[in-house]
Every structure is written in C-alpha cells, then in structure tokens.
C-alpha cells in the first residue's frame, strides 16, 4: 500500500513537472510569436496550439488537429518542396527540418511561414514516431526581400541602358571621326583640285588672245625667187617683212 502511495506521489511530482515545463515553453513561445506543433507521424494526428492558429487568423476550434488539415492549407506551388524538404530529413540528409512556405490564412491571402522542427520518438526499427516543431509568421521579411529584389532588378535594367547607351554614344562618335576625316580629306582633295585648276584656267583663258592674236596677222606668201614673203603689222603702224628659202623641187 506504501509502494502505491509512493509511486501515485510520485507520478504527480512528474505531472506537476511536466506542466511546469510546458507552461514555460508556453510562455517562451508565446514571447517569441511562435506557434507550436506536435506530429504524430504513425497516425496523421497532429497538435496545433492556439498561437499556431491564431498567426493564420483561425480561432481555436475552426481547425482540426490533423496533418491534412496543414497539408490542405499549403499553396499548391510548395507542396512538393515540403515534401522534399520532410524527406530529405528523414533520411538524414539534414539535422534539423527547415523549409520556407505559403499558407493560406483565413482572410483568403496567402502568408509566408517558416517550419523547423526535429523527429523526437523513434520506433524500435529507428523509424520516425513523433515530430514536433514550430511555426514563423515571416510575411514581413519576405515582403522586404521582394521588394528588394525588385528594386535590385530594377537598378540592373538601369545599368543595362546605361552600357547600352554608352555604347551606342561610342559608335555615334566613332562614324562623327570619320566623318571629319572624310570631310578634311574632301577639303584636301578640293585644295589639291584648285592649284591644278589654275595653270589649266591660265592656259584656258589665254587661248583666245593667243588665237585673235595669231590671225590678226596677215601671212604673205611670195614664192618668187624661190622665198616665202611674210608680213605682219605690229601694233599700229609698225610693219615687218620675213623672208624664208624655199627649196625649188628640182623635179
């Protein structure tokens, strides 16, 4: 009977620990806006606390303690990824489950959460009986990390134009060079062209005084005694007389 005593003591001693403990977990958690879970993996059920509920904007009884009742509020893009990421753990790939996903709240919005959690029972063949862990409300962070990207992308496409401005000026200035080239080589050539057209000019423009000058005189031919007789008049009044042998065709 003393032995019963003993063992009821103590069993209340544990209890009283044991919610002892839980409350300050509580307490501890409640302080950090994090919300518990505890997975029965072998049976589906699973153990969601108020603050859980409560950070998708649920009252305590409008959700199920059930895994598919999670499962049912995942976004249907990051399924697979949970998935992979609770395999992955598994089959101790990782240390600890960790994965970033969207839940769908009760205001009918999608809402960034973020899982960690730890196997804590193991059958006798080492598979996994129990997991529990918590969630995170990080909207906020996710929110900040998008728009930053955003804002990155944005000063990226900025640049983009900018090189592609700066190239675009480097070529205009590449054909403005050539065009001074050509436009100082037309003005070499046209320099060039001039000094020759001046002696042509010259010639040209004195061919006919030469010409008038030529027949204003009056060419006398006297072939007898063998001489040609030219004569020209000068000036005015002055009068010259050439004479030039003519070899007589002895034929």
């Known amino acids: 009977m003393m032995a019963i005593i003993a063992d009821l003591t103590e069993l209340k001693r544990t209890e009283s620990a044991l919610k002892l403990s839980q409350e300050r977990l ?16 072998a049976t589906g059920a699973t153990y969601f606390d108020s603050q859980w509920k409560a950070m998708i904007g649920y009252e305590e009884h409008e959700i199920e303690n059930n895994v598919k009742y999670w499962e049912d509020l995942l976004h249907p ?16 790939e990782n240390d600890i489950y960790k994965i970033e996903f969207r839940m769908l709240n009760k205001s009918g919005n999608w809402q960034w959460i973020m899982a960690l959690g730890k196997v804590v029972e193991y059958d006798e063949w080492g598979a996994p009986l ?3 862990g918590t969630h995170q409300d990080i909207s906020d962070r996710k929110q900040a ?12 496409s900025k640049a983009l134009e900018l090189e592609t401005a700066i190239k675009q000026l480097k070529t205009t200035q590449s054909q403005l060079v ?6 100082s080589l037309g003005q070499l050539v046209a320099g060039v062209a001039h000094e020759i057209n001046n002696p042509i000019s010259f010639i040209h423009c004195n061919l006919g005084p030469a010409r008038r000058y030529t027949f204003s005189h009056s060419i006398i031919v006297d072939r007898h005694g063998g001489k040609l007789s030219c004569s020209s008049t000068v ?8 004479e030039i042998p003519v070899q007589q065709n002895l034929t």
């Open 26 to 41: 509580q307490l501890a958690v409640f302080g950090s806006s994090l919300g518990l879970w505890d997975w029965n993996i």
């Open 77 to 92: 893009e990051d399924k697979v990824k949970v998935m992979a990421a609770l395999n992955s753990y598994f089959e101790g």
């Open 130 to 132: 129990r997991m529990n």
């Open 145 to 156: 990390e998008f728009a930053l990207q955003e804002s990155e992308a944005r000063e990226r």
């Open 178 to 183: 050539q065009n001074e080239k050509m436009v």
């Open 235 to 242: 000036g005015e009044g002055s009068e010259f007389l050439v």
